[in-house]
């Protein structure tokens, strides 16, 4: 049998199993060789019955000395199973597990039977209750105890209709089946020795922690090995391509510079200069600029427009909204016009309803500004040096590239505010250099962050007024938190004039993604220009939105955005010299709340902001997406495995700078490796 022997050929497997298995998206004998074990249960020997209640799960193992069904409110049912230790002692109690509404459960145990059980023990009254446990009920099968039992045994992801047991059973089976079967271990030698098959076997099936560790460790470095060869990849690929040097001498820098209202900051400074290395090179430039908002991206931008043009060259300027779009038009004409530059902008896109090119601007343009809009545009790049992709992480790779994709290469510079850790950066962006601009421009008014009670608006409204009275100007964030997001217009108005009455006689005005193009584009004005003092809005000005008297922000029902987010909200306000607030409303008093608002209350670095989402929520399967042009992790961990994704990434870099071509002898059998990630990721994106 081969790797890729698929399972609904094998007889010894039941034809509900095969589906079963299916729809955990399990087709070959390697798909469920790589469904790894969630979490494992040490079954050598279980502990004494608690007789406290715990936070922490615990695994037991009992005999049910007796069950009932407790109905109330008519279909409602709990159904409860008194557990009792083997070999009980004085001061043994029973355990009481329930499950509430889950017919099946109540099938499939019975009294007399032994349970495997794994749950938080709790104390409801006087007793002791395990509510929902996972469990596993013993059979008395000798030959497959040892599969089961008196072991570390393995606990997968499951799904309805396929047992912890049957699938352990399958998965052992199939191991052994497999023994004699080719299985290539695709890692270098400076990544240790192990060797794939052994690994597979000890991640299933364990003999001790200490080789399950080992195991682990060498299937997560070899997970993480593929995936920065296919980075590595990549970037060879990009490097080869042709490409010239986009750099002018730099006078026209040089006069945009002096008339600029302020001095450029050290980082924003070194930046410029490592891009302007790049564009000067004839590889292509592939860098990513990361600083937190309102650090002075688009400065560093406006900058190395300017070298490019100043090479006879034409620039893209590409922002993911309409509202940002024409933000950085307005910008880009008040300071580039004096130069003499030639500006246009194009906006809507393919994706709005009523496809209408909105063009305006000069018709023979050294700069495009742009939506996605852009990346339909054919005809008028005729001679494209440069493409700036401002907040990237609202892009997919698979739209950076049509846009960059041409012959001869355009220098790319991809901007984003997205702070994030440095493991995340070297995997979803490793494929570029990258600049970091790590500090603020001086002279900014400080941000104070509260979190309130939606009970004490009345208060918060008392501190509005004041600040409206004091000259400032606020934003009030309507609870939507996607675009997409079917927007209820009504109570959209409804809320408005709420808040017109509230504010009154202060001038608000409603913003969000439905209002027509035009009609957005002159709302924004208005807020811009001081006319309207509030401006109640959903989150299309999350992203780059640069209004400096504008020092207020409230967030409506903020428990209902990411970390990551509010932050990109809060980033709209100090950025003036006035003092800003940032106000989070809430309703819902949970814990997870509490502290996720918490961190926005302690901190304004979006590093550190950063860093707690990660703890508070993990990163997710941030790769899993057709966002980030890389297959889905299976065993890794970005977080707790970063020390290992590290040495991934230098040997991959490594073999690369040796070999780019993977030609030498011992690199060619990685090619087919990266073969076989790119079509991962393909299965991803489509
Ligand atoms: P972001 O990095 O979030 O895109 P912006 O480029 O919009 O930030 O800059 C935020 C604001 O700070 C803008 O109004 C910009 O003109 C201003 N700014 C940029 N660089 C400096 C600087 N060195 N000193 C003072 N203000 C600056
Ligand atoms: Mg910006």
Redesign the pocket.
Known sequence: MEISQRLDELEWIPRPKVLALRRLGIETAEDLLTHYPRRYEDRHQFPEFPRDESDTPICLCGEVTKTRVLRFGGWKKIFEATLEEPNPNALSQPLTLRWFNLHYVQKMIATGQQLVVFGKPKLRGKRLCMDHPEFEVIENDPAEAGIHFRRITPIYPATEGLSQRVLRSIIYRLLNELSDAPLETLLPIELGRGDRRSAIRAIHFPEDWESLSAAREHLVLSEFFAMQMLIASRRAESQVRVGAAHCGPGELIEKFLRSLP????DA?RRVIAEIRRDLGANVPMNRLLQ?????????VAIAAILLGIEAGFQAAFMAPTQILAEQHYA?LRRWLEPLGVRMSIRTASRQEENFLPLVAGDENPDVIIGTHALLYETISFSNLGLVVI?EQHKFGVAQRARLTAREPAPDVLV?T?TPIPRTLTMTIYGDLDVSV?DEM????GKIITAVREESKLVEVLGFLRTQLEGGRQIYVIYPLIDESEKLDVKAAATEYNLWRERLHPFRCELLHGRIPSPEKQEIMERFRSGETQVLISTTVIEV?V?V?NATVMLIENAERFGLAQLHQLR?RIG?GEHKSYCILLSSDQSKETAMKLAVLEKTVDGFKVAEADWDLRGPGDLLGTAQSGLPALKIGNLKSDAQLMRRARTAAVSIFARDPRLELAENQRFQHLIVEQEGRTFSNVS
């Open positions: 302020f001095e450029l900051t924003q600083g937190d908002v309102g650090s002075g991206k688009t400065v910008v401002d901007m505010a601009i421009p001086r002279n900014r780059g640069d400096a980033g950025r």
